[in-house]
């Protein structure tokens, strides 16, 4: 596996997380339904530098799973999240302090209910949303945001996230979304 694709599994699995170690206390949101399966092209920019990977979501109301894959197909990682228990398949080739809650608690600032969030954050963090942004803060300082360059009602197609905090942009495209039946 290319060196630099190690570099952005760590920038989006780790380093990229919205959340400072410190502020890691936020819980994981719950598993939202309807069931689908969605395939995302993530692209990751930082110091200048680009990496792209394959992330497949399943979700429904009972569990989360996400699939790493390299654009050559190559399996990453595997995670699972029951919304108690969170469970990781990883490639022996990716870091061992490799934290599956990053990805995620980003896909959750992107894609969940900005009313449901905002019940889970604690005290001094507070998300400001709209149709097209959001916003998460700590106290006054803007830590990441969310830009909705695609809006959909059901799935937004393509996405920016920034994290001030970590010095990242991810850009998210969909490349497939699937309803799936329970």
Not at 5 to 18: D, H, P, R, T
Not at 150 to 175: C, E, F, G
């Amino acid at each position: 596996m290319p060196r630099r694709l190690i570099w952005v599994l760590l920038v989006c699995l780790q380093g990229c997380a919205s959340l400072t170690p410190v502020e890691s206390v936020i819980p994981l949101a719950a598993p939202i339904d309807p069931p689908r399966r969605v395939v995302q092209q993530i692209t990751a920019i930082w110091e200048n530098k680009q990496e792209s990977l394959l992330c497949v979501l399943e979700l429904d109301k009972k569990h989360i799973a996400i699939a790493g894959l390299s654009n050559e197909g190559m399996s990453l990682f595997n995670l699972n999240y029951d919304g108690k228990t969170l469970s990781l398949d990883k490639s022996p080739l990716l870091p061992a302090d490799f934290s599956p809650e990053y990805i995620i608690k980003d896909l959750q600032l992107v894609y969940w209910s900005p009313v449901e969030l905002q019940k889970l954050l604690p005290l001094h963090w507070r998300l400001e949303a709209d149709n097209k942004h959001r916003r998460l803060y700590y106290d006054d300082e803007l830590r990441a945001e969310v830009d909705y360059l695609q809006p959909d009602t059901v799935w937004a197609k393509s996405v920016t996230v920034i994290n001030h905090r970590y010095h990242y942009t991810l850009h998210i495209k969909t490349v497939s979304y699937e309803t799936l039946s329970e």
